[in-house]
Nanobody, 125 residues
Framework: QVHLVESGGGLVQPGGSLRLSCAAS????????MGWYRQGPGQERDLVAI???????NYAESVRGRFTISRDNPKTTVYLQMNNLKPEDTALYYC???????????????????WGQGTLVTVSS
């Protein structure tokens, strides 16, 4: 089990910045990916940014160049620095963790997904 605690959402004016944090606890040694998704009003939950165990990073095209995902050294906390925010960035932001562990001697793996409770980001003047 992995427990996620998010923080950092709020109200910001267009062009402003926010930093989201997500701290993981529990079976952190099994963490394979950490990232952020968001769900706007009447929309589906979509990927914002994700970083793998090896450090590979992927961003949604809509946030590339404005958002930066990073992790702390123990790799138990993931951050999302959001700059030049736009009204269309308004959404509930969810922290996401994928764990992966070997489950038998043949090397089969089991993956599990974990989600934070969500933190609201509102971009409005």
């Amino acid at each position: 089990q992995v427990h996620l605690v998010e923080s950092g959402g709020g109200l910001v004016q267009p062009g402003g910045s926010l930093r989201l944090s997500c701290a993981a606890s529990g079976r952190i040694s099994d963490i394979n990916k950490m990232g952020w998704y968001r769900q706007g009003p009447g929309q589906e939950r979509d990927l914002v940014a994700i970083v793998t165990r090896s450090g590979n990073i992927n961003y949604a095209e809509s946030v590339r160049g404005r958002f930066t995902i990073s992790r702390d050294n123990p790799k138990t906390t993931v951050y999302l620095q959001m700059n030049n925010l736009k009204p269309e960035d308004t959404a509930l932001y969810y922290c996401y963790v994928e764990t992966r562990r070997v489950v038998n001697v043949e090397g089969a793996t089991r993956t599990m997904d974990y989600w934070g409770q969500g933190t609201l980001v509102t971009v409005s003047s």
